[in-house]
Structures are given as C-alpha cells and as structure tokens.
C-alpha cells in the first residue's frame, strides 16, 4: 500500500508522523500524572510525619529565672530558637546535659512538665525547634532537623561541656533525630522515649493499603543505626501507646549494644509524663547510671 495508510474501508488512517505524535501525547500525560501524583504523596508523607506549631505555649520562667532563651545558626545558615535550662542548686548532676530532641507535634514550649521532671534530677537541658518550628526559620524537613540538632550539639560543645556529658533525649520522632546525633558525634548516653524503628515501619502499619516502604522519602532510620551506635543506650516505652506500637522500641532494644536498660511507662503516647512521671524520670536515672558505670571502668 503506497501514500498514508488506509482503513479497513478505504479512508486514510494516521500518518506514521501523526502516530509518534500521540504517542508522545499519551507519555506526556502519564508522566505529568506521575509527577502530580508523587507531588500528591510527598504532600501527604510530609502532613503525617510534621506537625509544627509557631504558638508558644510557655515561656522559659516558667522553669528557671537563670534560663537562656537564645537562637542558634546551623550549618546551613537557618536560625533556630533554643533553651539552655542550667541545673538547679548544687546537683551531682549538674556537670550533665539533656540535649532534648521533642516529638513531630508542637515545639520546644509544648513540653514544659517534661523539662520540669528532668530538672528534678539535677541536669542542665539544652531544648531547641526544628526549622519550621515555634520561632525557628525554613522549613522542615528531615537532613534539616539533623543540622538543628548537630547546631544545637556544638552550641553545648561550646559552652564547656564535653560530649560524654551530653544525653540524647529522643522524644518519639526525635528518637530518629537523637539517634543521629549518637551515631554521629560523642555522647554519653541515648534515651529512645516512646520512638520508632523508622518512619516508613510506623507508615506500613498506619497505611497498610500504600506502598509506604517503596515511596518513602523521609526515614529516621534509628533500627539500622543502633548495632553502630557505641554509647549507653536505653529504650522507653508504655504498652498502650496508641501511636507508636510498642514492639517499635522492642526491636530498638534489641538491636542495641550493651550496656542498656530498658523502662516499661505507663499511660498512651503524649500523657506518660502525666500517668507515670516517676516512670519518666527513670530513664534518665537509667541513663545517668550508665554513664556512671562506664567512668568508674
């Protein structure tokens, strides 16, 4: 058949021109429906994973008259609101400090009864907001909220304390950020505090109708850091926490090297310091006992 082709009755079909052309068309659409499609799920990943809040829900005295209300500079030139609470009277303790890491929801003022507990036990803290947090600049996203902590970390460096001085406090996804931090600089000890494996595990079992472990783009990994992580660990959990199952910090647990301790809490996900406070303060005992071993090897 010579010239354009022709149908079965005898009318001049689509030139081989005008068939690339379509092609073209169709893979057009389908990658720009992949691409709004993964924008959708990037969207979608990120609003289950963040939740920053810019209200501030305390002040600094309301904890200490002697507290620091400071901003911080990461190494990415994002400023970044913090707390430095110096440790109450003449404590055993006071040569330490909890670099608190808090959870996905809120910021640094949401946790005031929980700095309380911890400044019961004669530490320093040194609390600080994740880019698009409270008073912090950018947005949040997930290498980013490890340049905060890492800022927050030479921030304590600088005041005089060394690293075996400095406990990981890793509240919930701040465990992700906390392991990081032990992983990659000097610490004296890690606390996980009602945490996770990782994101994409807690996503699987939220989402079990979603490839979430292929899609993923936010991790917090701490499962994978543990067996290379070298410092004191312990792991805190409360068997009803509707958020975070509790078999998360089991697995942490025990891909943990010694010495370790584990602390069964009490309550759900967000009110352990208010069921069980006593509970809450031992895994700083426990952390604060570990460290103590290891100075008198």
């Not at 092609?23 to 499609?37: D, E, K, M």
């Not at 970390?153 to 032990?182: C, M, N």
């Not at 606390?191 to 472990?213: H, K, Y």
Request: hydrophobic share 40%; proline share 5%; with cysteine.
């Amino acid at each position: 058949m010579s010239g354009a082709e022709k149908t079965a009755d005898n009318r001049p079909g689509p030139s081989p021109k005008a068939k690339r052309a379509g092609l073209l068309g169709v893979l057009l659409l389908v990658l720009a429906g992949l691409v709004v499609a993964k924008l959708m799920l990037r969207k979608f990943e990120y609003a289950n994973v963040y939740h920053p809040s810019r209200q501030a829900d305390s002040a600094i005295t309301d904890l200490s008259n002697d507290g620091e209300d400071l901003f911080l500079v990461s190494a990415d030139d994002t400023k970044l609101h913090a707390w430095f609470i110096p440790a109450k009277g003449d404590s055993e303790n006071s040569d330490c400090v909890v670099l608190y890491c808090h959870g996905n929801g809120g910021n640094l003022t949401s946790r005031g009864p929980h700095y309380r507990l911890l400044l019961e036990l004669g530490v320093n803290i040194m609390t600080f907001d994740y880019r698009g947090y409270g008073q912090s600049e950018g947005e949040v996203d997930e290498d980013g909220t490890y340049h905060d902590a890492f800022a927050a970390y030479d921030w304590v460096i600088e005041r005089g304390f060394t690293g075996q001085q400095i406990i990981a406090w890793g509240e919930s996804l701040g465990g992700g950020v906390a392991s990081r931090v032990a992983l990659d600089r000097k610490v004296g000890a890690l606390i996980l505090n009602c945490s996770f494996t990782s994101t994409p595990d807690v996503g699987a079992e939220w989402f079990p109708f979603l490839p979430v472990r292929y899609l993923a783009s936010i991790h917090y990994d701490t499962h994978s850091r543990l067996p290379e992580i070298k410092c004191p660990v312990v792991v805190m959990h409360a068997k009803d926490d509707n958020i975070i199952p509790f078999h998360h910090s089991e697995k942490n647990f025990a891909a943990a090297n010694e010495p370790k301790i584990f602390v069964e809490q009490e309550g759900g996900h967000n009110d352990g310091v208010f069921a069980a406070p006593e509970k809450f303060k031992e895994g700083l005992r426990a952390a604060l006992k570990l460290m103590s071993d290891q100075k008198a090897k």
